[in-house]
């Protein structure tokens, strides 16, 4: 068994990833719901806190960030730390495919504060926005969205814009300043590990940017999937 401490503080206890795992990974109605990663982490989760084998509830109440950074450790338990990934150039005159190599052991980390709720002025209308982080349930709602965007990641993250509900309708009609101001805001508050990589083309240095998570060798190492 393997022993982390999460970016919140609380102490996890993973098993390697097996066959049962790989199933579930690979079942694209699971994918396509957000349930195959819940599913996996709760399979591996031997110990949350003081919580030994732990539930499906309590893996969805981990926030995002805590999240992530169970998943990107069980694939270095499971499959090891290097990631080798085959980038395409998004360069439609180029398209040449880029190698790189990620350690997730260099991965930053940014630990949680204490702070689960924040408050922040808008700087062209004034209000006041409340919003808090990302977790496990807010994650599936964006899965089972249709056609989820910019604006329903914000709206699933605020809790209030001048003291009422936020809307569809409160975020459309917010301006782009005011929306941009408070996309920074969410990110400065931000906590977990960085799993963001950003990279030029060999061949005509266009910026290549992705996330490991979103990448086929992240999990599967050597497949064509």
Excluded: W
Excluded at 12 to 22: D, K, N, S, V
Excluded at 39 to 51: A, I, S
Excluded at 127 to 133: D, M, P, S, T
């Amino acid at each position: 068994m393997y022993s982390f401490e999460l970016p919140s503080g609380t102490e996890l206890e993973l098993r390697e990833m097996t066959g049962a795992e790989e199933e579930l990974l690979t079942n694209q109605r699971l994918i396509r719901s957000g349930e195959a990663i819940n599913q996996v982490l709760r399979n591996c989760f031997v110990r949350l806190g003081e919580k030994t084998d732990p539930d499906l509830s309590e893996v969805m109440n981990l926030l995002s960030g805590d999240r992530l950074f169970a998943l990107v450790r069980l694939r270095q338990i499971s499959l090891g730390d290097e990631v080798e990934l085959e980038l395409s150039c998004p360069n439609s005159a180029c398209r040449m495919t880029n190698f790189v190599t990620i350690n997730l052991e260099d991965l930053k980390v940014t630990p949680y504060g204490e702070e689960r709720e924040f408050a922040f002025k808008l700087p062209g209308s004034k209000k006041a926005v409340r919003f808090g982080y990302l977790d496990g349930h807010k994650e599936k709602r964006l899965a089972s969205l249709r056609e989820p965007n910019i604006s329903s990641a914000m709206l699933i993250r605020i809790l209030d814009i001048d003291g009422k509900a936020p809307s569809k309708k409160s975020l459309a009609e917010m301006s782009m300043r005011d929306r941009n101001a408070l996309r920074q805001e969410m990110s400065r508050v931000d906590a977990g590990i960085d799993t963001s990589v950003e990279t030029e083309c060999d061949g005509c240095g266009t910026k290549i940017r992705t996330r490991l998570e979103a990448e086929p060798a992240f999990l599967f190492p050597g497949v064509r999937l």
